[in-house]
């Protein structure tokens, strides 16, 4: 048995780009994987993926060329199936031997054990490791199969290249060549219709030699580089892009740099083998269009990296990532400039006709523009948005905020209509700001009218204003309450219309603002908008919005415990929170916690058990036993404290001023009887529980606490 580096290379044609690092990742992994299962890889051994436009490959360190022998002990059967009365072999036994390659001379060998109840026999054995021809011909198989391709295409084989039957190929792209090298020797192993060997092709246009005849498997990405004029290694491509990008930015001077796009960058990694940044230039009248649509056309047309001035300003200058090295570049940056001109002409025409209409000149078109079919149309939707951003405005501030939200609602969809959002939808919101502005309406509603899409993913910015905190809240609620008043509810991955996003924006808007209004007054205000929801709608998607928050909080590194402590009570007010937290984690710190948790549990369970509803009423008369005097008094002294900051909103210092209930709650569950047979003691000795628990269980339910 030798051990060597392994390589396998799949020579293909050029591979979808967004998928390509998925593809070349996944390829990668799933042959490793099955090498290591089938015993071929050390435990040292290091994986290395390469992807480039034309080739997905793995380099594997320290495989095997044969596994070593594994030995199996296999069950056969219980011991009365498989021997007679006389100790001998019945034939099903010999049948089952005879299956695994042995005989009846097997038979003094075999073990006996315990399998559940009865003796079993047991056959033990030696199996022969896998070579290592077979173990990478299972485990190709197995990686193409597992590919996570986006389309499947079938092509026919050249004639005269098949090998014996095949004909046809179904594969992502048509595949040209396959390498396996384990050392310097070629592994035996076919895929698609293909032999293995030791060449592949470098770069279409610029390679040094063709075909690139690989040595050995280690010196694949240098031969590459050398011969094929190919940079191999995803990473290694992606790393000299970026380099370039800065560089050629620094070269422009004054404080150039290319805009940061961490999706572009690896889609450009997956258009070029051998990246090359060049300087382009348009003309600078385009720069009078919002830079946002200059941007999204030259990035979302034709992959371009525009530069951005010290202040974040778009510049008339672009980077582009070439393919090819020519010693005069001038032809390829007048192309490329060429290009982009009717773009940026058709972004400039675009907003030059937009703004001859005003936004609210538009808004009668949305009553034409289907929402959903069993919601309406935009129309329909804006005035549920206008009617809720009423309420909530009333809610947090006076008549003017109200008017400015309602402004913003009315319009807020109207640039749906616009030519610029018709051929850039992602420019939504960003579009109809800037012709609120030409309109004359303001900042505040400007900013809005771009807002109310905020948060639109996870970290994004919130809205900038309360007018926009206004219309965003109320057109993420229209949107959960519609979706879940018709039964569209996400279902495990699924989520099509963003439910799970739009909730934690409501989540996040109400904690990080601290907005004084109440979450199940804002749900029943929604929900009552929709008129064929069913009366659980509202309690079902309480539960959806406390799930998001929940999740939320435990990912800012609050525990289980403390944040089901807190979401127990169902919180209404959601900008509390945190400071309920923060006085939860405080009192959990404290000597006294952990007991007066455990007797919360208890008193709850107490109270479950009781007959009927009791009444939190204490009649001091009643009081007989010395530990119960001694729990009231002090609860007389410690809970109107504990009230009296809980009101003031210092949840700390409420929970903490009942640490001294300890000894006094200790003392009377081992010195009272709670349920004494005298029906008006053991109602007032409930009522004492009744009321202690309501007093412990105003910040966070602390029995949640208790281990």
Not at 105 to 121: E, F, H, I, T, W
Not at 273 to 283: A, G, I, K, S, W
Not at 376 to 390: D, F, I, K, M
């Amino acid at each position: 048995m030798t051990v060597q580096n392994l390589l396998v290379e799949l020579f293909v044609e050029e591979l979808p780009p967004k998928a390509l690092k998925k593809l070349g990742d996944a390829f990668a992994g799933v042959l490793f994987d099955q090498l290591k299962a089938q015993g071929l890889t050390a435990a040292d051994s290091k994986l290395t993926s390469f992807a480039s436009p034309r080739r997905l490959a793995a380099h594997i360190t320290s495989v095997a060329s044969q596994a070593a022998d594994k030995a199996v002990s296999q069950k056969l059967m219980p011991v009365s199936v498989g021997l007679d009365a006389a100790g001998n072999a019945t034939p099903a036994l010999l049948k089952k031997l005879q299956a695994l390659g042995a005989d009846a001379s097997a038979v003094p060998g075999l073990k006996r054990a315990m399998d559940g109840k009865a003796q079993a026999l047991f056959y033990d054995s030696t199996v022969r490791g896998a070579t290592l021809a077979d173990g990478l011909q299972k485990a190709l198989a197995e990686s193409l199969t597992k590919l996570p391709i986006p389309k499947v295409m079938t092509y026919q084989l050249e004639s005269g290249c098949a090998l014996p039957g095949w004909d046809s190929v179904s594969f992502v792209r048509p595949a040209h060549s396959l390498v396996a090298l384990h050392g310097s020797a070629v592994v035996p192993v076919q895929a698609l219709g293909l032999q293995a060997g030791n060449s592949t092709q470098g770069h279409r246009f610029e390679a040094a030699v063709s075909p690139v005849v690989l040595k050995d498997a280690d010196s694949y990405a240098a031969t590459l580089a050398r011969d094929g004029a190919v940079i191999a290694s995803f990473a290694d491509r992606k790393a000299e892009i970026a380099r370039q990008l800065a560089a050629a930015a620094a070269k422009v001077g004054g404080g150039a740099r290319p805009i940061e796009d961490d999706a572009l960058l690896d889609e450009v990694t997956a258009l070029v083998e051998r990246p090359n940044v060049l300087v382009c230039e348009f003309e600078k009248q385009f720069l009078d269009v919002p830079q946002e649509c200059l941007i999204l056309t030259m990035k979302a047309n034709q992959k371009y990296f525009p530069l951005l001035d010290a202040a974040g300003k778009l510049t008339n200058k672009f980077l582009v990532v070439s393919n090819i090295r020519p010693d005069d570049a001038s032809a390829v940056i007048g192309g490329n400039e060429r290009v982009v001109r009717p773009r940026l002409a058709d972004a400039k025409f675009f907003f030059d006709q937009d703004r001859k209409k005003t936004l609210e000149s538009r808004v009668a078109g949305l009553a034409k523009v289907v929402y959903h079919n069993k919601l309406g149309t935009q129309g329909e939707r804006v005035a549920r948005v206008r009617a809720l951003a009423a309420v909530i405005g009333g809610l947090l501030g006076d008549d003017a905020l109200a008017r400015r939200a309602d402004q913003a609602a009315l319009l807020a969809k109207a640039d749906l209509l616009t030519d610029m959002v018709g051929e850039f939808p992602e420019l939504q919101g960003i579009m109809g700001r800037y012709y609120a502005l030409n309109d004359g309406l303001g900042d505040e509603v400007a900013d809005a009218i771009e807002d109310h899409y905020r948060p639109r993913f996870a970290g994004d910015a919130l809205p900038r204003s309360l007018t926009g905190v206004v219309v965003a809240l109320a057109d993420k609620l229209e949107t959960l309450a519609g979706l879940f008043a018709i039964g569209q509810l996400p279902t495990g991955d699924k989520d099509p219309f963003a439910l799970r996003r739009h909730a934690l924006g409501i989540v996040r808007m109400l904690v990080e603002k601290d907005l004084g209004v109440s979450l199940a007054e804002l749900l029943a205000e929604a929900v009552g908008l929709f008129p064929q929801a069913a009366p659980d709608t509202v309690k079902l998607l309480t539960e959806f919005i406390e799930d998001r928050l929940a999740g939320s909080l435990r990912e800012q590194g609050f525990s289980a415990q403390e944040v089901d402590a807190v979401l127990a009570l169902h919180p209404q007010r959601l900008g509390d929170i945190s400071r309920r937290l923060a006085a939860v984690r405080a009192f959990a710190a404290l000597p006294e916690a952990p007991a007066l948790a455990a007797a919360n549990k208890r008193i709850g369970n107490i109270l479950k058990k009781a007959d009927g509803a009791v009444d939190p009423h204490v009649s001091e008369v009643l009081l007989q036993e010395d530990a119960e005097k001694a729990l009231y008094a002090a609860m007389q002294k410690v809970v109107p404290q504990a009230n009296a900051r809980f009101e003031s909103g210092d949840y700390t210092a409420s929970l903490q001023t009942l640490a001294a209930l300890r000894a006094p709650v200790d003392a009377f569950f081992d010195g009272v009887m709670v349920n004494a047979e005298q029906l008006d003691l053991r109602l007032n000795r409930l009522g004492l529980l009744a009321t202690l628990h309501a007093a412990m269980n105003r910040v966070a339910d602390l029995s949640r606490l208790a281990v």
